[in-house]
Nanobody
Framework: VQLQASGGGLVQAGGSLTLSCAAS????????MGWFRQAPGKEREFVAA????????DSASSVKGRFTISRDNAKNTVYLQMSSLEPEDTAIYYC????????????????????WGQGTLVTVSS
């Protein structure tokens, strides 16, 4: 599978933005999908993850209640809806995929993901 992230941009604090990650291939539902971010000078951190079927989701405490991960397996796309954005959310956002056929697990560790998109920049101004 190959991943293409999009939807980043400049937004004011308190605003909203939706990121998309389109995947190639016919086995998209066999992949756990995750979103990670990396701010300047900081390490990459987990944002949210969703199981192959979409039944299970997980998100970091820093974004819980503000960000929502979802997927449309018919469109081979995973989304990250972000609202109440804060300047601290400024980062490059990456989508990632981990092969987990017939599983409803979610994964937080970046090392568990084997396929990464190119990243999309989100800038939140104060």
């Amino acid at each position: 599978v190959q991943l293409q992230a999009s939807g980043g941009g400049l937004v004011q604090a308190g605003g909203s933005l939706t990121l998309s990650c389109a995947a190639s291939g016919r086995t998209f539902r066999s992949y756990v999908m995750g979103w990670f971010r990396q701010a300047p000078g900081k390490e990459r951190e987990f944002v949210a993850a969703i199981s192959g079927s979409g039944i299970n989701k997980d998100s970091a405490s820093s974004v819980k209640g503000r960000f929502t991960i979802s997927r449309d397996n018919a469109k081979n796309t995973v989304y990250l809806q972000m609202s109440s954005l804060e300047p601290e959310d400024t980062a490059i956002y990456y989508c990632a995929a981990a092969w987990r056929i017939h599983s409803n697990i979610v994964l937080r560790e970046a090392g568990s993901y084997t396929v990464w998109g190119q990243g999309t920049l989100v800038t939140v101004s104060s």
